[in-house]
């Protein structure tokens, strides 16, 4: 199947927004998808454009005709290891903490045919590297997210799936410190200025996280794992 193993969840949404001082409701509508490669979500490996075009035209081409109308606005790449970025390690598989499949030509791919990207730091995977990274140094691990976001031109998603007991002090300190190098833009211009934070769905995951993260800078992500919030 030419979808296999390339698409780890898709989700749409359709939501109505009001703000306080609002006299008209409008709606936003996103519909994103998180992306891994063909590795199992590591992108421990640089894609062959052609192979990779292969395995996705459809996301930015959905009647597959060459017309490129995309199945979705946002496209989330899955995942970033927290340790590794906060340490900005090089290695086999990464190259300042960022994996080296998540390349400028995979980012221009989507991004060039008008689907906004993402790079979100965590997953299942790596709830434990969450905790080490947020403990240790989470104004060096901010710091750094938000100079690969400006680097790949993209917005960085937490993904913290801890279920209980979040360090919450070290969030707003990795949040501070990200902010401090690429200010809220509410206009949504500035990719790199879009950070989300995924909240679990009812009494899932996260539970203890706060439902209206907007102190911290943040958009909710997730307020359901299906309804995607981002800027």
């Known amino acids: 199947m030419k979808h296999k193993l390339l698409l780890l969840v898709l989700a749409a949404a359709v939501l109505s927004v009001t703000g306080p001082s609002a006299k008209a409701q409008y709606q936003m509508q996103v519909y994103g998808l998180w992306h891994c490669y063909s590795d199992a979500c590591s992108w421990a490996s640089v894609p062959n454009m052609t192979t990779f075009d292969t395995n996705n035209h459809w996301i930015i081409d959905r009647n597959m005709d060459n017309t490129f109308h995309p199945s979705v606005n946002v496209v989330v790449l899955s995942f970033v290891d927290p340790i590794k970025l906060m340490n900005l390690t090089n290695d086999s598989t990464t190259v300042n903490g960022i994996p080296i499949g998540m390349t400028t030509a995979v980012v221009n791919y989507f991004q060039s045919r008008g689907i906004r990207v993402m790079m979100s730091i965590g997953g299942f995977s790596f709830v434990s590297h969450w905790d080490k990274a947020l403990k240790a140094n989470p104004t060096q691990l901010g710091i750094n997210a938000a100079n690969a976001a400006k680097q790949f031109n993209v917005g960085m998603e937490i993904d913290c799936e801890k279920s209980s007991n979040p360090n919450l002090t070290g969030m707003l300190k990795f949040v501070s410190a990200y902010r401090s190098v690429v200010p809220y833009d509410a206009t949504g211009s ?39 919030t981002l800027w």
């Open 190 to 228: 500035n990719y790199a200025a879009r950070l989300t934070i995924d909240l679990g769905n009812d009494d899932q995951y996260l539970t203890r996280w706060p439902t209206t993260p907007q102190p911290f800078g943040l958009a909710p992500a997730i307020l359901y794992w299906t309804t995607p």
